[in-house]
């Protein structure tokens, strides 16, 4: 608010104001000066049992008159604020523009430009910082900014000045435990006055919040800066991705709290509030992260389980475990749904590439397989390798259909590539305990020429042993074993079969 008047406050917005022997706390909120104008200024607290407001101030001073500060010299700065070369630029002239800005008799506009002449460039900067200590009127240093911009006297120096004296006040009033509402309106009297940083205001805010502990006030904030639609504004680039609802995101993610980002976003939704779209991503992300920290805890306690370290999860348990992610798949086809509804199509190719990686990560390969189509159809190519992982998935699971559709593409790619998906198709198996499936892949590999890898080869043939009672896969494993030997990969085997009700053994060397 770029008003002649400046910036006033109300009621509500106290600034304590004390003797330097005394702590002050400064809290903000915004109201009109007076009912007729749309100014706006900072109200000031003298004492705990005596308040005033900057009006009444100005009209106490026309009435009392010259009041008598003692000796101009008697204004003092923070030592911590400046430093002896600072003192000697400290003239008359910048004694006297503090007093007239304390009587508050006329308009801080007013006084500074009677006085530009007689006020270097750091003693504008050193009135600044003196109306920002604490017990000091923060208002008049506000005003003071605004001129300074509206003179076009603020380089860079006095930026970086003003923006430091800024975030203390903000720092204040979170560590304070303010309502969220102050923050935001000295928020937006830093933009008013013409206040830009080379970063985001509001995720320094969130980071203040987030570093004093006050999860809930971080949320808070948050829904008040959407709430009031000013993110971008305060921010100043409305290209800028993730908004505050997408940082406050990552900062969840940054600690591992994958579900309650998702949750925060989908939330804030439900609030009635418009988190932009890469909110939605960031949110869609965390979804793919928590899936992928889930599947890697099961796979642990498989392979505990497998070790005999703990039971098998009894039936109430696996229900909950295949609860907790179909909630987690839910999530993320909630967020998928918003984007697209609510945005155009540019944004489809990312949705369905999210989309992609959740269900890998949870293991469904028709859904995955969809998915990969869906980004081919929006203009959008999945890796290669992408590609061989669903085709993993589907083998380990028995996927028929998806199986033939997604190596209708091998025979357009060249050999290298073509023995790459047919690992991942022979690992797919093999997973899936498809012994059967997985030897034909082997023989299919080296009739291309094509040797599998050693493990594989292993893996396949242990299989296979182990299930050799079972009809149909002794004719399967001696298949296999002839044509490992014709191609030097494994030397001569025996082959035996033991007739309990005979005694007899019979051998034979492949």
């Known amino acids: 608010m770029a008003s002649i008047g400046g910036i006033a406050a109300v009621g509500n917005l106290w600034l304590t104001n004390c003797s330097s022997s005394k702590q002050c706390i400064f809290l903000a909120t915004l109201k009109p000066r007076n009912p007729s104008s749309s100014h706006t200024g900072i109200s000031i607290r003298d004492n705990p ?20 500060l003692g000796t101009l010299k008697s204004v003092q700065l923070d030592a911590a604020c400046i430093t002896s070369e ?21 308009e801080p506009s007013d006084v500074l430009e009677e006085m530009n002449e007689k006020l270097s460039a750091r003693e504008l900067q050193l009135v600044l910082v003196y109306f920002a200590q604490e017990g000091r009127d923060s208002w008049c240093a506000l005003e003071v900014f605004e001129w300074l911009k509206k003179e076009n006297r603020v380089d860079k120096e006095t930026m970086e000045l003003m923006v430091s004296i800024m975030c203390t ?27 830009k940083t080379s970063f985001s205001m509001v995720e320094k805010v969130i980071s203040l ?20 639609g000013i993110s971008m504004r305060l921010d100043g680039d409305e290209g800028k991705k993730g908004g505050p609802a997408g940082y406050l995101a990552w900062k969840m993610m940054e600690e591992g709290k ?81 984007i697209l509804q609510e945005w155009g199509p540019q944004f489809h190719g990312v949705v369905h590439e999210r989309l992609l990686a959740m269900y890998i990560c949870a293991g469904r390969g028709s859904e995955a397989e969809r998915q990969l189509w869906e980004m081919k159809l929006v203009g959008k190519e999945a890796d290669a390798d992408l590609y061989d992982i669903v085709l993993a998935i589907c083998a380990s699971q028995g996927e028929t259909g998806s199986i033939g559709r997604l190596m209708a593409r091998v025979d357009c790619v060249g050999a290298l590539r073509r023995k790459k998906t047919l690992s991942w198709l022979l690992r797919g198996y093999v997973k899936g305990g498809h012994f059967k499936k997985a030897a034909e892949t082997v023989v299919k590999m080296l009739d291309l020429g094509f040797f599998p890898e050693l493990l594989d080869r292993v893996a396949v043939m242990q299989g296979l042993s182990r299930r050799i009672q079972l009809q149909g896969n002794v004719d399967t494993y001696l298949t296999l074993c002839k044509r490992l030997s014709d191609a030097g990969l494994i030397g001569p085997a025996l082959v035996y079969v033991h007739m309990r009700k005979h005694k007899l053994w019979v051998i034979k060397m492949l």
């Open 49 to 68: 049992n005596y308040y005033y407001s900057v009006h009444e101030r100005r009209i106490s001073s026309k009435i009392i008159g010259h009041r008598n």
């Open 86 to 106: 600072d003192e000697d630029e400290m003239g008359e002239g910048f004694f006297e523009a503090i007093e007239e800005l304390e009587r508050m008799a006329r």
């Open 169 to 195: 006040w903000v720092k204040k009033l979170i560590e304070g435990k303010n309502e969220v509402e102050d923050v935001v309106d000295l928020l937006v009297d830093m933009d008013c006055v013409g206040l």
């Open 209 to 228: 919040y987030w570093e004093a502990g006050e999860r809930d006030g971080t949320v808070l904030f948050v829904k008040e800066v959407l709430r009031r």
């Open 258 to 338: 994958y579900r309650d980002a998702a949750k925060l976003v989908i939330h804030l939704k439900e609030c009635g509030l418009k988190p932009d779209v890469y909110s939605y991503l960031i949110a869609m992300t965390a979804v793919v992260k928590e899936l992928n920290e889930f599947a890697k805890s099961l796979r642990k306690l498989k392979s505990f389980t497998k070790a005999n370290l703990v039971a098998q999860l009894d039936p109430q348990s696996l229900h909950l475990v295949q609860d907790y992610q179909n909630n987690l798949l839910s999530d993320g086809l909630h967020l998928s749904n918003c």
